[in-house]
């Protein structure tokens, strides 16, 4: 196993099987600060990770996905997970869309105790968002070791 297949491997095992994991994710706002530097925003998110995607159920209208849609370059961080990463966030559009029944079905298993409560799936801005992962470092045992994933050319190195 090479060590791209085992940081794919650790994460998995972290963050798959069906769990929903709270991820911190980062955008860039769509006002720049008083002197016009890009500000970021950052908030709690429910997530479902398969294969180097990260899936939330999101509105279509909320403030990051407008902010995604202006600037889809975005970051994470797993407190708990020792996991920090950058990829591009893409709006799969409206839950009920045929294309997003798969990825429906896995969402709605991973998040059952809420999702109804929380979602609208009825109006179109119920939507799926996709985090795809271009990036990130993976922190085993307090820096003990490092592995840095290129997920984009499926590399990886291993720092310890």
Same mark, same amino acid.
């Given at each position: 196993? #090479? +060590?791209?297949?085992?940081?794919? &491997?650790?994460?998995?095992?972290?963050? %798959?099987?069906?769990?929903? #994991?709270?991820?911190?994710? &980062?955008?860039?706002?769509?006002? *720049?600060? %008083?002197?016009?530097?890009?500000? *970021?925003?950052?908030? $709690?998110? $429910?997530?479902?990770?398969? $294969?180097?995607?990260?899936?939330?159920?999101?509105?279509?209208?909320?403030? +990051?996905?407008?902010? !995604?849609? %202006?600037? =889809?370059?975005? &970051?994470?961080?797993?407190?708990?997970?020792?996991?920090?990463?950058?990829?591009?966030?893409? =709006?799969?559009?409206? &839950?009920?869309?045929?294309? =997003?029944?798969?990825?429906?079905?896995?969402?709605? +298993?991973?998040?059952?105790?809420?999702?109804?409560?929380? =979602?609208?799936?009825?109006?179109?801005?119920?939507?799926?968002?996709? !985090?795809?992962?271009?990036?990130?470092?993976?922190?085993?045992?307090?820096?003990?070791?490092?592995?840095?994933?290129?997920?984009?050319? +499926?590399?990886?190195?291993?720092?310890?």
């Amino acid at each position: 196993m #090479n +060590k791209y297949e085992e940081g794919m &491997a650790i994460l998995e095992e972290k963050f %798959g099987g069906g769990k929903d #994991n709270i991820v911190a994710l &980062a955008t860039i706002a769509l006002e *720049p600060t %008083g002197d016009g530097r890009p500000r *970021p925003v950052v908030r $709690d998110v $429910d997530a479902f990770y398969e $294969d180097g995607v990260f899936y939330v159920v999101t509105w279509g209208e909320s403030s +990051k996905m407008r902010q !995604i849609a %202006g600037n =889809n370059e975005i &970051a994470i961080a797993v407190a708990m997970g020792w996991f920090t990463a950058s990829g591009i966030g893409e =709006n799969l559009g409206w &839950a009920m869309k045929p294309e =997003n029944a798969e990825i429906r079905l896995k969402l709605r +298993k991973a998040f059952e105790r809420w999702y109804d409560m929380a =979602n609208n799936e009825d109006n179109e801005n119920c939507c799926y968002l996709a !985090i795809r992962l271009t990036q990130g470092i993976i922190n085993i045992n307090h820096h003990e070791k490092l592995y840095h994933m290129d997920f984009a050319n +499926k590399t990886a190195t291993l720092e310890e």
